[in-house]
T-cell receptor, first 113, second 112 residues
Framework: DTEVTQTPKHLVMGMTNKKSLKCEQH?????MYWYKQKAKKPPELMFV???????INESVPSRFSPECPNSSLLNLHLHALQPEDSALYLC????????????FGPGTRLTVT | EDQVTQSPEALRLQEGESSSLNCSYT??????LFWYRQDPGKGPEFLFT???AGEEKEKERLKATLTKKESFLHITAPKPEDSATYLC?????????????FGEGTQLTVNP
């Protein structure tokens, strides 16, 4: 089973709201990722967790705050977002970080109003 | 800087009309090349990993090949359900960690 689940599927939030995106995998993978994808563009890496520790932050604004409570769960906390943050947010996982294929979840479609 | 270029940007085929998608790359030390399929509004679906020139992998109507400068995704006798955006990504260099450099994708449409 190569399933990564994400909730919610859709999220509409105002610029003053606080919300969280959730991601879960039960494949025993020790690397998890957050990506942002705009329409007709490839995914852009935001964060990488390896063995539950943040290993890569691609200079993402602090209004995005990742959290990895355990090896199966990954959260992305959102606060004071801007309309340009509207996008498809994808979670992915891989066995480990190096040279292992990443399996993506279905994504959360985020709209900031 | 690592670069990945996919061509064509868009491709329309008739059902049964075989063709190839191209992914050319300029990287410092290729470590792995990945092909993904993405349907609209969904996450990318992993297809293949290729590690070294000369390597080939097949899955149903798809076959991926790798040379020192490019990879091809051959689609044999495509069906309408093969319509999707196909993404190529590379992992390169000793310091890349888990970063993937993606191409812009090829949007494939297969007409019945």
């Amino acid at each position: 089973d190569t399933e990564v689940t994400q909730t919610p599927k859709h999220l509409v939030m105002g610029m003053t709201n606080k919300k969280s995106l959730k991601c879960e995998q039960h494949m025993g993978h020790r690397a998890m990722y957050w990506y942002k994808q705009k329409a007709k563009k490839p995914p852009e890496l935001m964060f990488v967790y390896s063995y539950e520790k943040l290993s890569i932050n691609e200079s993402v604004p602090s209004r995005f705050s990742p959290e990895c409570p355990n090896s199966s769960l990954l959260n992305l906390h959102l606060h004071a977002l801007q309309p340009e943050d509207s996008a498809l947010y994808l979670c992915a996982s891989s066995s480990r970080t190096d040279l292992y294929e990443q399996y993506f979840g279905p994504g959360t479609r985020l709209t900031v109003t | 800087e690592d670069q990945v270029t996919q061509s064509p940007e868009a491709l329309r085929l008739q059902e049964g009309e075989s063709s190839s998608l191209n992914c050319s790359y300029t990287v410092s030390g290729l470590r792995g090349l990945f092909w993904y399929r993405q349907d609209p509004g969904k996450g990318p679906e992993f297809l293949f990993t290729l590690y070294s020139a000369g390597e080939e992998k097949e899955k149903e109507r798809l076959k991926a090949t790798l040379t020192k400068k490019e990879s091809f995704l051959h689609i044999t006798a495509p069906k309408p359900e093969d319509s999707a955006t196909y993404l190529c990504a590379v992992q390169a260099g000793e310091t890349s960690g888990s970063r993937l450099t993606f191409g812009e994708g090829t949007q494939l449409t297969v007409n019945p």
